[in-house]
């Protein structure tokens, strides 16, 4: 049976969490958002089920609670921040925030993070961005879990690409792994033991299979062959060997090593479109697409991050629900950490 | 039979045709340097079969052989470019020397040309960053051919996507369609009567095909389907919206439109690497990816571009083969402006 809560019960859940986990208000507030925010757009493996890990990254201390970020700005139009190895997202807020001040007086700003952990939803950042006026593109790096173009092992993250762009009544928010499919898909396939669709995976071999469970054992496949493998290449410099951290291969994995930092690396690019009249034109240009034809079963053309937008309203209106897996594993930490629980 | 050309032959050719079509020698150099770019490396559909229509759109004054480009600085990391109509790589170098420049200054650098058009392999532009240290994003927008997620008519181009980062002993150079496939490989597989995989296309009235030829009369899906379509849009934002001119279903086509200037618009952004030791790492980044254990039948794991400078080096050592029909039509425009044939 699932339970409904509200956004805001999950919220103040999250933040007693990560402040009990060590955390100041400030930054248990930040990392929170971040997991609320995919939790009422529907994506519910970036959200409030990442509680439970976060705090066992910091309880065991490869992951610092309150960390000392620095931003070092090296050119007018670009700033390496260091993360300090704590969460994600208090490093990633504060160089959206700097590319997006660049990007006002220079009409481009780049923020690079290094030394960082796992930051949620790409899109948050996109969407913070966006709502002060500025195209955003965000990238950042992951631990190697898909095959490279030709191969067969995992050398390569699922390394996502982000964008947001500010329109009038509909903003454009991309927010896509360069895989074919998000490898929790495979994992949810695997567990339900159904068959996944040609083409998403191999298995141990390096053989093409739709055997989910052989397919989780295996790899997963970038999008559109060679096209999703050079995007996701392209991320991995961006995100990891531009700022000097560590990459690919060489990342720590967010659920089983917990010696090591994850060392992961972002990047955050905004720009701020020059001119009167941007807005009204990204509204025409959405209203020229909605003007398609439509295939067969399809009632309407939705733009990138429409249908999310629409999932939050219903969220924010109803309540979120949350399977009765996930709901153990709060009440679990919420005990561990004495804290109330979600209720 | 097919007859094969130096790349000088075929450069010597492309400018005495552009000049004679009234373009000065500088502009006819650079519009003829980009078609032999991709001739060389093996993208014949971008390369010097394109002088013909070229040709075509200078002599009906649709397009200007000696265009004004203005350049002019909105911020400091920033430019807007107006093409003043004329051949698309005459702005597009323009703008992307105009990025290379802010980028290493400001660190990064932005520009945006309108009123363009066709301005033929991305590859070009990015190649020509890197070579100044810089990495680069260059987007074009393009004539609607494609649909969008869910529609069944050509609202949008295949807007490619084309990245230059340079590397060590190995530049990384990603030139991509946003669509499943070039457009290109339709027809010629509707003029060889083959069927095409599923997935391509869809015909006319909206149904998946395999038959090239309904394929043809109908439109080119987006790779990976929501995240192509989504590529796609923001190219056309970055391309199109963002500097002022034309876009998506306005553009001018190719070659059906005598009439109409095609107001294609380009985005071209630099990136200096900040700090030192960047090409060495991107080497570190091939090398591991190189690593990957490999599918059968596959024999080494290759870098985005790779295929591409390796059949350079091999259109620069044994020349350049033209198809026949393609020489007769070089030749056919040789007699038409009064100039030396090719062979």
Redesign the interface.
């Given at each position: 049976m699932e339970v409904r809560h509200s956004a805001e019960a999950l919220r103040r859940f999250g933040e007693r969490c990560f402040v009990a986990a060590g955390m100041d208000r400030e930054g248990a507030a930040i990392v929170t958002d971040v997991l609320v925010h995919a939790e009422e757009r529907g994506h519910a493996s970036h959200g409030i089920t990442r509680v439970p890990i976060t705090v066992k990254r910091l309880r065991t201390g490869v992951m610092k609670p309150r960390p000392d970020v620095k931003i070092e700005q090296?050119?007018?139009?670009?700033a390496?921040v260091d993360a300090d190895n704590g969460p994600g997202p208090i490093a990633s807020v504060r160089a959206l925030d700097a590319a997006v001040a660049?990007a006002k007086?220079?009409?481009?700003?780049?923020a690079?993070v290094a030394h960082s952990n796992h930051n949620g939803a790409g899109s948050y950042y996109a969407e913070r961005a966006l709502k002060q006026g500025c195209?955003a593109l965000c990238t950042t790096n992951a631990p190697p879990s898909m095959?490279?173009?030709?191969?067969?092992?995992p050398?390569?993250g699922t390394n996502p690409v982000t964008?947001g762009?500010p329109g009038g009544d509909v903003s454009?928010l991309?927010d896509?792994a360069t895989s074919?499919v998000a490898r929790g898909k495979i994992v949810e396939a695997s567990k339900r033991k159904e068959a996944i669709p040609q083409g998403w995976a191999?298995d141990r071999d390096?053989?093409p299979t739709t055997d989910a469970v052989a397919a989780e054992k295996g790899v997963v496949l970038p999008?559109?062959g060679?096209?999703?493998?050079?995007?996701a290449?392209?991320v991995?410099?961006?995100s990891?060997?531009?700022g000097?951290g560590r990459?690919?291969?060489?990342l720590g994995n967010l659920y089983q090593d917990f010696e090591t930092p994850q060392d992961i690396g972002h990047f955050f690019?905004a720009?701020?479109?020059?001119?009167e009249?941007?807005e009204a034109?990204?509204g025409t240009?959405v209203g020229?697409?909605r003007?398609?034809?439509?295939?067969?079963g399809?009632a309407?053309?939705?733009?990138?991050g429409e249908p999310e937008t629409r999932r939050r309203a219903q969220s924010l209106a109803e309540g979120i629900d949350l399977p009765d897996n996930v709901a153990r594993d709060l009440d679990a930490v919420a005990d561990l950490l004495g804290v109330a629980r979600l209720a």
């Open positions: 090296v050119a007018p139009g670009m390496l660049m007086t220079q009409g481009v700003g780049v690079v195209i095959a490279v173009h030709g191969g067969r092992t050398v390569i964008m762009v454009l991309m896509m074919v191999l390096g053989r999008l559109a060679a096209k999703g493998s050079a995007l290449i392209m991995e410099v961006l990891g060997v531009l000097g990459f690919a291969g060489d690019l720009l701020k479109p020059p001119g009249g941007f034109r990204v240009l020229q697409l003007q398609s034809a439509l295939q067969e399809v309407e053309i939705l733009m990138p």
